[in-house]
Nanobody, 123 residues
């Protein structure tokens, strides 16, 4: 069992930056694929960035603007978001699934989720 808690969301103007954090607790001894997902009102949840097996992956809409990273010593996952756009507005969630290194874009593959943190980008 793993518990995930996001923080760092807020309201910013277009072009601004935010850094989201996801603190993990519980059984953190095993290897996981971890990811950031987002969901805007009326839209399906989508994968934003993944990290696992020594690799990172980004959805096309955030490439070059977002950076996913993790601090294993602190059991914390991060999402640095730069050059934010209004279309980035959504509830952002961190998620994890046990993995030997493979990662997945589909939200249904993840069995551990945080409560979400709201990101609002105004024009």
């Amino acid at each position: 069992q793993v518990q995930l808690v996001e923080s760092g969301g807020g309201s910013v103007q277009a072009g601004g930056s935010l850094r989201l954090s996801c603190a993990a607790s519980g059984d953190t001894y095993r290897r996981y694929c971890m990811g950031w997902f987002r969901q805007a009102p009326g839209k399906e949840r989508e994968g934003v960035a993944l990290i696992g097996g020594g690799s990172t992956h980004y959805t096309d809409s955030v490439k070059g603007r977002f950076t996913i990273s993790q601090d294993n010593a602190k059991n914390t996952l991060y999402l640095q978001m730069d050059s934010l756009k209004p279309e980035d507005t959504a509830m952002y969630y961190c998620a994890a699934v046990r993995s030997g290194g493979a990662c997945y874009w589909g939200p249904s593959m993840y069995n551990y989720w945080g409560q979400g943190t709201q990101v609002t980008v105004s024009s």
